[in-house]
């Protein structure tokens, strides 16, 4: 790589990641281009990771959070469920959290399901994202 590359590289790795986000943003206003594309195609270059053959599939939209387990935090993760819906009383968001595969938020965009995990993740439960 050229010396420029490098310098650009490492001046990368020191940014924070609130940063780096408003640099892409950056970048794309600039160029008009989006950064999910070059995804798209290495994705697609790997198929190894992808699914070993299978024809490329679209970016998954629609997301469900299901709570694998509760943890040992019991309270932390009742309020974070409430947290996540304001509709669940007490009783109900206990008996999720005490529920392995219980669905929490169905057919959620990337944004509110990544932010419940989190919540609950925080809390102290185990998520899955499907």
């Known amino acids: 790589m ?4 490098d310098k650009l590289i490492k001046d990368i790795e020191k940014l924070s990641v609130l940063e780096l986000a408003e640099l892409v943003k950056a970048l794309e206003e600039k160029f008009g281009v989006t ?3 070059p995804v798209a195609a290495v994705a697609a270059a790997n198929p190894a990771q992808s699914g070993a053959g299978a024809a ?3 970016e998954q939209t629609s ?3 299901i ?3 509760g943890g040992p935090t019991k309270i932390a ?3 974070a469920l409430r947290e996540i819906n304001p509709n669940l009383g007490l009783k109900e968001a206990k008996d999720l959290s005490e529920k392995p595969g219980a669905v929490i938020a169905e057919n959620v965009n990337k944004a509110a399901a990544d932010e419940a995990k989190a919540k609950l993740t925080a809390a102290g439960a ?3 994202l499907k």
């Open 2 to 5: 050229s010396q420029t590359t």
């Open 35 to 37: 950064a999910a594309a």
């Open 56 to 58: 490329p599939a679209e």
């Open 63 to 65: 997301f469900t959070v």
């Open 67 to 69: 709570i694998k387990d």
């Open 77 to 79: 993760v009742i309020k």
């Open 126 to 128: 185990t998520v899955e």
